[in-house]
DNA sequence: AAATTTACGTCAGTCATATTGACTTATTTC
DNA sequence: GAAATAAGTCAATATGACTGACGTAAATTT
């Protein structure tokens, strides 16, 4: 923090450009805004372990689905094999992931996290929860089956069937 | 893309973590991937420019909000002076954005989009307002609702009414 | 059986975004 | 006049991402 002056005075002249009427300004914002906070819970945390949010993904979805291929999380994160690598590495060398040879396909390596990685996993995943919990709190049931709809519409199409795929139980987000 | 494998064939084993009943793991994932594809518009459209998400995000709220002083835009960000100032300072040269003394407290420097900035910031507003008209196509009015009501939510509650009033419009979306 | 493809890893170099810390200048406020 | 504020700047560093090139082992195709 030190440097940064937090005020928002905003009481601004703001003449403001004439909104085009059929841009949902008010939505881009709310997200960026959503996703900012969203992630600065688990960004505190990392911080304790000398991890950041590219960590933390790579964690997140290993925990959620033990087994998984490499090229299969470069296809989730949309990241480079070498992007990956150094964090992968860092979790593998600190015991929070491990990998095993593929069963049938011994190329593939398929990573596991470890009790230590579940743990971690599971903590950024309650504060993150928390957050959504809350969000969702004051809504009734079709408002959060609506919440959950827009999120999934805002995926590109073709991805969608995957993501439903990997989120699992494939409930209600038809097109 | 070069070197990536898209296949995400997810028939993996999945013997998965017992999802913690009260964790929305699902939501949680969801909004990761409707970021993730969010930005991914406007980053193909401003790498023509030699720009990237950081210029994207102060030409927004700047474009916005005319008249914007770089303590609010830190503020708005969440980042830091040293932060912004690289950035701030090619969209400057670059002719998207001006400076211009503040007409009461001469130590601020306000800023305004040019005719260029606009545009480019239009520009990007376009294409992902595509993208949120279209999740939000499906939705009956509460579901609109609901969906801008759950990203309002998401915020943390000492910054919602900072945001409320920079979206300006404070229609419904109450605590 | 040889050739090709695939899955993964790695070396090397680069870029963009962000950080902390320290310091300067101009201006306003007390 | 002193203190506080708004903004800018220098320097060093971390993180997350990229491209390009190459190597190795294993599976698949021909």
Redesign the pocket.
């Known amino acids: ?3 940064v ?1 937090f ?1 928002l005075s905003v009481d601004r002249p703001s003449p403001a450009r004439p909104a085009p009427a059929d841009v949902p300004i008010d939505m881009i914002e709310l997200l960026f805004f959503a996703y900012r906070d969203f992630t600065s819970d688990p960004d505190a945390a990392l911080a304790e372990f ?6 933390h993904r790579v964690l997140h979805f290993v925990s959620r689905n033990p087994g998984l ?3 299969d999380l470069l296809a989730i994160l ?6 990956l ?1 150094r ?3 860092q979790l593998v060398e600190e015991d929070y992931i491990l ?1 095993e040879p593929g069963p049938v ?5 398929l990573l596991f996290a470890t009790e230590r990685g579940h743990a971690l996993a599971l903590r950024l995943m309650r504060l993150q929860a928390e957050r959504i919990r809350s969000a969702l709190a004051d809504l009734p049931q079709e408002g959060r089956e609506a919440a959950r709809s827009f999120l999934y519409n805002m995926i590109d199409p073709d991805q969608r069937a995957d993501v439903a795929q990997l989120i699992g139980h494939n409930k209600d987000q038809a097109p």
């Open positions: 923090m030190t440097d002056n005020s000398g991890f950041g949010r590219a960590h291929r490499v090229t949309s990241i480079t094999k070498q992007s690598a964090v992968l590495k990998q396909d011994r190329r593939e390596r």
